[in-house]
């Protein structure tokens, strides 16, 4: 359908002003920017990323006229509105959020909600595990990328870690992200995170360290100082006996443990890394491979048993959350609300 000459004049005017009116702003940020030192916008070809019918003339007229604040605000308020009224997809939200995150990348809450989205709104939208890799990897990549944008806002760290920890069981990395906020002011129990994803990982000795950390912060500290009894009870003797080289002493006396408690998942994690370290490597595959059969959130008994799967030439399925890193969002199939599973 055509559109009419007034219609078409009105549209003009519109974006007429906003560009003649965006000149004082523009100078303003120019300012702030190189003589204040503040950062750069993204560029703005990075929309070309993401769905440009996202965008409707007005926003496109508050871009090109300087307004990219006024434009994310105004693409976040129809965020909600998808929400609300649950028209399109989730995959359509997460278009929007997307681009937000380009418009205004110093705005913080987009940069959250968006990662968030992918790894747990959308996660759940679908059963296929390579599309939920492809979720988490977006994920993590859209904190980094927040990261880079906000090196100083720690709740983005936070975010990254609880992702690692949470959804992928990646203790290592996990430590890591949190390990990061401590430069900045922090809660107390981003230390305990710490020590916590070191007890899982196992990392025994680190995980001590990091829980007499926090209680050199916090003495009354009740979570450090129970985790810290128990670790000395139930694990430290046999990480001893491994330190010392003594495989059999240590899976002796872990073993003995976990006759009494069977279910204990760090106690068998380091059970799994005694039997590596002894080069038992296919009795470890097999304690791996139990742990990742009798639990489907044990991740990281999955991962292990891929790895040492793959280097005993055993014929092992790929972990789901590495497979297919660079696959787009946009090249995924959406599920529509009345689709659900």
Request: net charge negative; hydrophobic share 45%.
């Amino acid at each position: 359908m055509r559109l009419s000459r007034s219609y078409k004049a009105i549209i003009l005017i519109i974006l007429a002003t906003l560009i003649v009116g965006s000149i004082p702003l523009d100078n303003n940020i120019r300012y702030r920017r190189l003589v204040l030192g503040m950062k750069q916008p993204m560029p703005l070809t990075k929309i070309v990323d993401f769905d440009p019918t996202a965008l409707t003339g007005v926003m496109i007229g508050a871009i090109l006229g300087g307004f990219r604040e006024v434009a994310a605000a105004m693409m976040w308020a129809k965020v909600h509105t998808l929400w609300s009224t649950g028209k399109g997809t989730w995959f359509d939200a997460l278009y929007v959020m997307r681009t937000v995150t380009v418009l205004d990348p110093h705005w913080i809450e987009p940069w959250r909600i968006t990662s968030w989205h992918m790894a747990y709104n959308l996660y759940v939208e679908t059963d296929d595990a390579k599309q939920r890799a492809i979720l988490l990897d977006k994920a993590i990549d859209c904190l980094k990328e927040g990261i880079s944008w906000n090196p100083e806002e720690i709740h983005l760290y936070m975010d990254l870690a609880w992702i690692y920890f949470d959804k992928l069981d990646d203790y290592e990395k996990a430590a890591k992200w949190f390990r990061a906020t401590l430069q900045m002011e922090h809660p107390a129990h981003i230390d305990r995170m710490i020590a916590h994803a070191y007890e899982q990982l196992p990392d025994i000795p680190k995980a001590l360290d990091w829980y007499d950390y926090c209680l050199k912060r916090n003495p009354n500290d009740p979570i450090a100082k129970g985790a810290t009894l128990t670790i000395r009870e139930r694990y430290l003797p046999a990480w001893r006996l491994l330190e010392a080289g003594d495989y059999e002493g240590a899976l002796a006396l872990l073993n003995q443990y976990l006759e009494v408690d069977p279910s204990d998942v760090i106690g068998r994690h380091v059970r799994a890394h005694i039997l590596e370290e002894a080069g038992r490597l296919e009795e470890a595959y097999d304690a791996w491979q139990q742990m990742s059969d009798s639990s489907a959130l044990d991740d990281l008994a999955r991962r292990k048993a891929a790895e040492l799967g793959t280097a005993l030439g055993k014929d092992v399925a790929p972990v789901a959350t590495q497979v297919l890193r660079q696959q787009r969002p946009d090249q995924m199939t959406p599920l529509r609300r009345s689709e659900k599973r």
